[in-house]
């Protein structure tokens, strides 16, 4: 009797435990919920050897979380000018992502086995550049944490069935002062692929957000800094930026 009362206590334990992360993530998102998004970013990718070199891309989103849809264009430098991502998120399975170069004049849709890969010389991958919607994962608290001085919730979240990833598993921090991401860190098989600090938290239209994002990859040592300029929510943007015709547009 004392035995099964036990178990039945450390399930029922686990069970609110999972809750709680699930409830931190799900507030997460909904502080973060806006109708639109856009800004304009500057990247610089350092290599092992310290070389930087410097990118800028346009970044256009619409919908609600999970279930938006984003483009994002290479501006500078010459060489990768015109380059487009169109990402259609989903919050049951992976989003359909395409991708346009100029340079062959067409498009490719991203196949779910090519996701792990490096976008276009940064250290961001396919996968990195979907959202991560709260349904397409399994949650659970993993302790407390300071990030850049912010008391964080460290939460283990591993994918569904459903959500096909590179990553079996990942930590993820969320500040307690206003539930935004601090650090996600993604560990394949092999251990620890790539960690994304978001850093200069700024409250900017009423929408806490990161304004830096500093990513790393693991196996290269190669690091991306994501600088968000001219940053607005709740532009008025149209479904017809968020097409194939629209992505082919150099």
Same mark, same amino acid.
């Given at each position: 009797?004392?035995?099964?009362?036990?178990?039945?206590?450390?399930?029922?334990?686990?069970?609110?435990?999972?809750?709680?992360?699930?409830?931190?993530?799900?507030?997460?998102?909904?502080?973060?919920?806006?109708?639109?998004?856009?800004?304009?970013?500057?990247?610089?990718?350092?290599?092992?050897? !310290?070389? #930087?070199?410097?990118?800028?891309?346009? $970044?256009?989103?619409?919908?609600?979380? /999970?279930?938006? %849809? *984003?483009? @994002?264009?290479?501006?500078?430098?010459?060489?990768?000018?015109?380059?487009?991502?169109?990402?259609?998120?989903?919050?049951?399975?992976?989003?359909?992502?395409?991708?346009?170069?100029?340079?062959?004049?067409?498009?490719?849709?991203?196949?779910?086995?090519?996701?792990?890969?490096?976008?276009?010389?940064?250290?961001?991958?396919?996968?990195?550049?979907?959202?991560?919607?709260?349904?397409?994962?399994?949650?659970?608290?993993?302790?407390?944490?300071?990030?850049?001085?912010?008391?964080?919730?460290?939460?283990?979240?591993?994918?569904?069935?459903?959500?096909?990833?590179?990553?079996?598993? !990942?930590? #993820?921090?969320?500040?307690?002062?206003? $539930?935004?991401?601090?650090?996600?860190? /993604?560990?394949? %098989? *092999?251990? @620890?692929?790539?960690?994304?600090?978001?850093?200069?938290?700024?409250?900017?239209?009423?929408?806490?957000?990161?304004?830096?994002?500093?990513?790393?990859?693991?196996?290269?040592?190669?690091?991306?800094?994501?600088?968000?300029?001219?940053?607005?929510?709740?532009?008025?943007?149209?479904?017809?930026?968020?097409?194939?015709?629209?992505?082919?547009?150099?």
């Amino acid at each position: 009797m004392n035995k099964w009362w036990a178990v039945a206590v450390l399930a029922a334990s686990a069970m609110a435990q999972a809750q709680d992360a699930r409830g931190i993530v799900e507030e997460s998102q909904r502080r973060n919920r806006s109708k639109s998004q856009r800004y304009e970013g500057t990247l610089e990718v350092i290599n092992a050897k !310290s070389k #930087v070199t410097t990118k800028q891309w346009e $970044y256009l989103r619409l919908g609600d979380y /999970g279930d938006s %849809k *984003a483009m @994002l264009r290479f501006t500078e430098p010459p060489e990768v000018k015109g380059v487009a991502l169109l990402i259609h998120n989903h919050p049951d399975r992976a989003s359909d992502q395409w991708m346009w170069r100029p340079q062959i004049g067409r498009d490719q849709r991203v196949a779910l086995q090519d996701r792990s890969a490096r976008f276009f010389g940064t250290d961001f991958s396919f996968e990195d550049l979907e959202e991560r919607d709260v349904n397409q994962f399994d949650y659970k608290l993993a302790g407390e944490e300071t990030i850049d001085g912010a008391a964080c919730w460290k939460l283990e979240s591993r994918p569904k069935q459903s959500k096909t990833s590179q990553y079996t598993h !990942s930590f #993820v921090w969320i500040r307690k002062d206003n $539930y935004v991401f601090a650090q996600i860190e /993604g560990f394949t %098989k *092999a251990g @620890l692929s790539r960690r994304i600090n978001y850093r200069e938290i700024q409250q900017v239209q009423g929408h806490w957000t990161a304004r830096r994002l500093e990513v790393l990859d693991a196996k290269t040592n190669s690091r991306t800094v994501l600088k968000l300029e001219k940053l607005q929510f709740d532009a008025p943007i149209g479904e017809g930026e968020f097409t194939l015709q629209a992505l082919r547009r150099s």
